[in-house]
Nanobody, 122 residues
Framework: QVQLVESGGGLVQAGGSLRLSCAAS?????MGWYRQAPGKQRELVAG???????KYADSVKGRFTISRDNSKNTVYLQMNSLKPEDTAVYYC???????????????????WGQGTQVTVPS
């Protein structure tokens, strides 16, 4: 059973930066970050494959960077030039959701972290 724990969220002024971390209890494979704002659908923010290929939502391209450290079983999301519309709960995912988004072999399991809040006041 894989456990995912997000950290690094907080309240940041517009234009500021945050780095989110997702620590896994075991080896990481295809990983992704999703976010959900109140009244909005959950959406893909960024994903990264085992080989290092990345995928980003158009709204965050050029501002956010996803990376991985396999030795630490951790995935990161560096967020720069934050905007009020980035306010949401950010979730880490490993399993069928991100694997489908990245176009890799599907699996039956789907693991999610508890989420970390990011708030950017307007």
């Amino acid at each position: 059973q894989v456990q995912l724990v997000e950290s690094g969220g907080g309240l940041v002024q517009a234009g500021g930066s945050l780095r989110l971390s997702c620590a896994a209890s075991g080896s990481i494979n295809v990983m992704g970050w999703y976010r959900q704002a109140p009244g909005k659908q959950r959406e893909l923010v960024a994903g990264i494959s085992n080989g290092g290929s990345t995928k980003y939502a158009d709204s965050v391209k050029g501002r956010f960077t996803i990376s991985r450290d396999n030795s630490k079983n951790t995935v990161y999301l560096q967020m720069n030039s934050l905007k009020p519309e980035d306010t949401a709960v950010y979730y880490c995912n490993s399993g069928r959701t991100i694997r489908q988004a990245m176009g890799v072999l599907p699996v039956r399991y789907d693991y999610w972290g508890q989420g970390t809040q990011v708030t950017v006041p307007s």
